[in-house]
């Protein structure tokens, strides 16, 4: 019983240390454990977690980037656990949802130039060539993703 603690202790305070040295800047405290005393009168720890901030940041471009950290350090452990998987699609669904809004603010962006005040709109057909097929397209109105 006492090296099966012992075991499990080890395999805790490894999981939660991954899980901190991951997270960087956004873990909001150090490891928290769950003990259970042994036979021998020790105590082993037998769970534990590490706190971190899942919030969105202010730009788009930083909520990226801590989501990104976030799953990393939620997936940091050899065996990450159903929580942590939890954390970690968290997060991915965090860092899609600023990914949509960065598209949303560049796409407002673009609409409000002032050499875009024609957006939607067809150029007329160039018909100074015999190989035109079809209208112009101006180079203001190619949108990238």
């Known amino acids: 019983m006492v090296e099966r603690l012992k075991l499990r202790d080890r395999e805790v305070k490894a999981h939660e240390l991954a899980h901190l040295a991951n997270a960087g800047q956004y873990a909001t405290g150090g490891p928290s454990y769950t003990y259970q005393q042994g036979p021998d009168g020790r105590r082993y720890a037998v769970g534990g977690e590490v706190p971190i901030d899942i919030s969105a940041e202010q730009a788009p471009e930083a909520t990226i980037q801590k989501m990104r950290t976030v799953r990393r350090a939620a997936m940091a452990p050899a065996n990450p656990s159903a929580a942590d998987r939890n954390i970690a699609a968290l997060a991915s669904r965090k860092e899609a949802e600023a990914r949509q809004e960065m598209r949303q603010e560049e796409n407002e962006k673009q609409a409000a130039r002032p ?3 024609d957006a939607g709109k067809t150029a007329p057909p160039d018909t100074s060539t015999a190989e035109n097929t079809g ?9 990238t993703s």
């Open 135 to 143: 209208p112009a397209v101006s180079p203001q109105r190619r949108m």
């Open 115 to 117: 050499d875009n005040t």
